[in-house]
């Protein structure tokens, strides 16, 4: 916390030292009321007392019957400013046949209309209306559909204009709105204006665009976490800060630090919280200009209650048609689910998967369920032969309206026992099919084939399906479990990737209280390499049904370069036998270095730091190099078949040699024995070079 509120000191401080500068405002507001702008035309802009952004009210003006009117704002000076930026809040209820237009005029020149100057927030139709505001701007928002609808508050827009180009260091500059009615009678509630604000500076004053990332946690959530929020955060300076608001059930505010994956996305942990409890939260972002303009996303709210016990399988955002293809008549899709990813046996109530592209075309299908020995799929299989032995569980009329987690309760719940689970389904849409189909995410499981497919036109497929990599994500629901002493390992935080060679390295876990008791001690284990390191950790604390631990630290690990497993687990819940055992344990990988590789290495068997080329390759795709790196190779015969890969760091003057000890060539010699599939010994990577 102290971090984080020396962040927040130096953010406030930064934004004092460069602070925007507010260069004309008005508001509309009493005492004063529209003080610094000024109304010509038949009929003029009035103070309306019902409708306000801020405040207590605004002005208005109903669109003039073929007339024009004006709102001009008194000149103001932007000199000493490169940057301006005009906002203000409006609701602009007039026909798409009338005219609502931004003008401005500097150092006494012609009024300009500002067109291409707008910062769409994303929603907005300005620039393709000949960059004039009417109720079409925001259709849905504004009921574009009907004339007479009454504005209310919610009704309310800001928008921004970079007018830096026109305005920037002047000393005489004016802003007007005009409203230009046609010669037919206007039934619309016309045009309101309120807060009208120039800002300058001498730095971009346009703030970070914050995108909420999917999934996004929001509504009733059946689980009680952690809940990673991810967040598309982009500026053209780039971005200084991103960090998570949230409150827990609209107590004080908290802050999570986000963490840059990739591109322009953020990501950061609202910690577990147990259940029947809600969360508001929104992502705020800073941007890297001097001035740091700061803003904040939607506000996002989520409710933690207790539901089924549901698995999630498979993360990936690609898209396709399985498992309810609808394009043609008939299509099949079948899937296998491993025990090890379903982690849990018992009635199956329902399940889910993620619709990235909806439609409300209506489609009968069916779901048949059964157990497997079978972990992948050898070869392709007839419809007949996979729903052979196979429970119907599901068979109505269904459609995927909406983008996110489409959740079918089966009519008949499937008792899950033993080995892996095979999910058929159907789509029997009937005829040559629909054009409007559905799409769902999935996740490849390859080189492992677990999808197979069918597809025909007018009657069901009888042929033989073709094997898929894309498996469709899935989510499986199960009763609450009843079980009184049952905890588990959640996660191995680290080691995982990559990691120093030689030096300890903490061990950090969470655990997750999987009973309906709460779990206040229990006694952690863990292996690397498969040796059982001692002594155990024990935890002490408080776990409330299915919360998840902060990350804590269970050891150190120190371990030689290259790479190494580790498995940990759980024992002894409240010192007491656990009752399921099947969620104790979480396995992982990780690869040591002794640092990134520069300079000369040695290979070969007898006191060498590589034994083999092979790990060397491995080392430094793992571990990447910082400068020139030479392996000297001890005299002998090496039999390997290596696959060398683009190597981090490398460059035109970080190279890698191998070379041999001696000095003589003939000394070292490395050969594989090939056949028509695998044809080479050394196979390098395909470098496309950029010459733009």
Known sequence: MKKLLLLMAVLFGAAFTNAQTILFHENFDPTSGPDSVTATGTPTFAINTRLHYSGTQCDSLKTPLNNVSYLT????????????????????????FDTAKVEISVNGGPWVKLTTQYINPGNSQFLNQSYRFCAAT????????NDTIKPDQTWWKLETFDIS???????????????????????????????????????????PKITMAPPIIQDTV?????????????????????????????????????????????????????????????VHAADNSSTHNSTNGPNQWFYTKHGPN???????TSTQTYPFYMLWGYTRSAAIYQASEINTYGQILSLEWYVSTATATSCPVKIYLK?????????????ASLISGATLVYDNTNSFSTVGWKLITLTTP???????LMVLCEANYGGTGTSTYPSFQYTSTSPNYQHQTLYADNAPPTGTASLSYNRPNIKISFPPANNTQDAGVSQVVAPSGIILAGVNSPVTISIKNYAIDSLKKVTIAYKVDGILQTPAYTWNGILLQDMVSPNFSIGNVNVAPGSHTIKVWTELPNDSTDQAHNNDTVTGTFYACTSILNGPYTIGPSG????????????????????????????????????????????????????????????????YTTDATNNFVVKLPVVVSNTD
């Open 414 to 420: 499937f008792m899950y026992s033993s080995g892996n």
């Open 310 to 316: 549901t698995v999630q399988i498979g993360t990936g």
């Open 608 to 671: 060498a730091d590589f034994p083999t080329f092979a790990a060397t390759i491995a080392a430094m795709q793992n571990c990447g190099i910082s400068g020139p790196v030479t392996f000297n190779v001890q005299s002998g015969i090496y039999t390997e078949q290596l696959t060398i890969p683009e190597i981090p760091g490398t460059s035109d003057i970080n190279t890698i040699t191998y070379q041999s000890t001696t000095g003589v060539n003939t000394d070292v010699t490395l050969r």
């Open 73 to 96: 704002t008194q000149s103001f000076s932007t000199v000493g400013s490169t940057n301006v930026l005009l906002k203000f809040a409006h609701i602009c209820k007039v026909e798409i």
């Open 165 to 207: 180009a026109l305005a920037a260091n002047s000393s005489n500059v004016r802003v007007r709105f005009t409203l230009r009615g046609n010669v037919s009678n206007d039934v619309c509630h016309g045009w309101y204006l309120d807060d009208i604000m120039v800002i300058g500076g001498t730095s971009e004053l346009i703030p």
């Open 138 to 145: 925001y259709a849905v928002d504004w009921w574009a559909s």
């Open 222 to 282: 059946f689980n009680t976490g952690p809940f990673n929020i991810s967040a598309y955060v982009r500026d053209a300076s780039g971005i200084d800060t991103a960090y998570i608001v949230y409150k827990l059930n609209n107590g004080a505010n908290q802050y999570i630090p986000m963490t840059w994956v990739s591109d322009s996305t953020y990501t950061g942990t609202i910690p577990s919280y147990t259940y029947n409890n809600r969360i508001d939260y929104y």
């Open 371 to 383: 157990s497997t020995t079978s972990s992948t799929f050898a070869s392709g299989s007839t419809w």
